[in-house]
Nanobody, 124 residues
Framework: QVQLVESGGGLVQAGGSLRLSCAASGSIISIHTMGWYRQAPGKQRELVASITSGDSRNYADSVKGRFTISRDNAKNTVYLQMNSLKPEDTAVYYC??????????????????WGQGTQVTVSS
């Protein structure tokens, strides 16, 4: 079993910054992609940013130039530095990881895992 624990959310004024962290733990062989998604009230969950183990990064157009995703592969941890925050960034932010785990009889499997979510609120 794999657990993702997020931290760093909170309330900030427009123009401010926050840094989210997400640490994965459990029986993990490797994690290929880690990412951050967000869901605002009444809206669908959307990708904010993702990063592969090879450091390939992808950002939503709405956050390019303001948010930076990074990861520490040795710690199975992903970060999201959010600068120049806007009220429209207000949402619950979820961490996601695509993890390779050991199964019975020497098999391995790749599964998708989610954190519990952390609230980010940006006031105008």
């Amino acid at each position: 079993q794999v657990q993702l624990v997020e931290s760093g959310g909170g309330l900030v004024q427009a123009g401010g910054s926050l840094r989210l962290s997400c640490a994965a733990s459990g029986s993990i062989i490797s994690i290929h992609t880690m990412g951050w998604y967000r869901q605002a009230p009444g809206k669908q969950r959307e990708l904010v940013a993702s990063i592969t183990s090879g450091d390939s990064r992808n950002y939503a157009d709405s956050v390019k130039g303001r948010f930076t995703i990074s990861r520490d592969n040795a710690k199975n941890t992903v970060y999201l530095q959010m600068n120049s925050l806007k009220p429209e960034d207000t949402a619950v932010y979820y961490c996601n990881a695509d993890a390779l785990i050991p199964l019975d009889w020497g098999q391995v499997g790749e599964y998708d895992y989610w954190g519990q979510g952390t609230q980010v609120t940006v006031s105008s």
